[in-house]
């Protein structure tokens, strides 16, 4: 059985930092595509960052650009997102996913983060 479960989310001022981890099970980690999506409050679903099997190819939506890292740990089975400099419009339920052939096939449950003063 797949699972992906996020933890590291919480509560941050603007400008703080957070590291999101998301544990992986259940399929060859180290032979998938992984991704960071965020849900804002009523807003859709946004992706974030993705790495591939190898972590040679990584991509970031423009927003978090410069201030979050996307990286991974094939040995441990864990991705992980670093998220500095955080602003309020980084407020959102981050979750993991897994990409199949043609689509996200599996996701964690979500870590929230707030970013608030």
């Known amino acids: 059985e797949v699972q992906l479960v996020e933890s590291g989310g919480g509560l941050v001022q603007p400008g703080g930092s957070l590291r999101l981890s998301c544990a992986a099970s259940g399929f060859t980690f180290s032979s998938y595509v992984m991704s960071w999506v965020r849900q804002a409050p009523g807003k859709g679903l946004e992706w974030v960052s993705f790495?591939?099997?190898?972590?040679?190819?990584?991509s970031y939506v423009d927003s978090v650009k410069g201030r979050f890292t996307i990286s991974r740990d094939n040995a441990k089975n864990t991705l992980y997102l670093q998220m500095n400099s955080l602003i309020p419009d980084d407020t959102a339920v981050y979750y993991c996913a897994k990409w199949g052939q043609y689509e996200f096939d599996y996701w964690g449950q979500g870590t929230q983060v707030t970013v608030s003063s």
């Open positions: 790495i591939n099997s190898g972590s040679v190819g990584i």
